[in-house]
């Protein structure tokens, strides 16, 4: 899974509308865009519309595009925050980073990997700041308002930050997995021999550890595993 980061920079005569206070971030706030546009049109229209309404990261299935830099606020949470309001230095729009996740109104793959995007890439802000899965809050958190819609809907709010926790941790390499799907099926002896060839001549080298020829004569090796495996004995 990947994307390209881009940056499409607000003018600066547009701060005092769109974001108007400098801002030490200490929280990231997920949304729904409930719209079927991709990225670059999110962000074209928060240049070109005089609402104050602003985020400052939109994510697709391709792109990840920053508008507003992080040290400024924006508009995105509906709690208000601004001259008036006695408690602005506690709200969202004046704590967090607002990522709006593409394509949410009508979902499907997609909507899919424009999701998984953003948990790669709100997993890369949490390691750039030093911060733990407790910095990121739904939009919802801090007005009530039902965002990010489709996460609510399908009741996956937990699972996302899980992700988001999984995609912080480096990849173990090296080890063998414990997922149990997928087992690699042979139907023929040649096939899983050559296979079992390919592992053991890898292991002999010492390119892979030897508990994959144990996972694989214990016949619990996946196709996935052997994927990764494939790659790490390409690589090495
Ligand atoms: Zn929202």
Same mark, same amino acid.
């Given at each position: ?5 881009? *940056? ?43 609402? *104050?309404?602003?985020?400052? !990261?939109?994510?697709? #299935?391709?792109? !990840? ?12 949470? @509906?709690? @208000?925050?601004? #001259? ?23 979902? @499907? ?9 953003? !948990? ?7 390691? *750039? ?10 939009? *919802? ?55 079992? #060839? ?20 214990? @016949? ?17």
């Amino acid at each position: 899974m990947s994307y390209i980061f881009k *940056q499409t920079l607000l003018p600066s005569n547009k701060y005092s509308l769109k974001a108007p206070y400098t801002m030490a971030p200490q929280f990231i706030t997920v949304h729904n865009t409930a719209n079927d546009a991709p990225a670059a049109n999110e962000i074209s229209f928060l240049h070109s519309n005089n609402n *104050q309404v602003s985020y400052h !990261v939109a994510i697709d #299935d391709k792109e !990840v595009i920053q508008a507003i830099p992080f040290n400024r606020n924006a508009w995105h949470c @509906g709690d @208000g925050g601004g #001259d008036k309001d006695p408690n602005a230095l506690k709200k969202g729009n004046r704590l967090s980073i607002g990522i709006e996740i593409c394509y949410s109104k009508s979902g @499907g793959a997609r909507y899919g990997v424009a999701e998984e995007n953003a !948990v790669q890439y709100i997993a890369k802000l949490l390691k *750039q700041f030093g911060w733990g899965i407790e910095r990121v809050k739904k939009h *919802q958190d801090w007005n009530g308002k039902y965002c990010p819609h489709r996460i609510l809907a399908e009741n996956r709010w937990n699972s996302f930050l899980k992700r988001i926790e999984k995609a912080m941790k480096p990849m173990e390499i090296g080890k063998p997995t414990e997922k149990d799907e997928d087992i690699m099926k042979f139907t023929n002896s040649t096939t899983k021999e050559a296979v079992r #060839d390919y592992i053991k001549q890898a292991v002999d080298k010492g390119r892979i550890d030897k508990s994959w020829l144990d996972k694989f004569d214990a @016949g619990t090796l996946t196709t996935g595993d052997f994927e990764g495996l494939k790659i790490i004995i390409s690589q090495r």
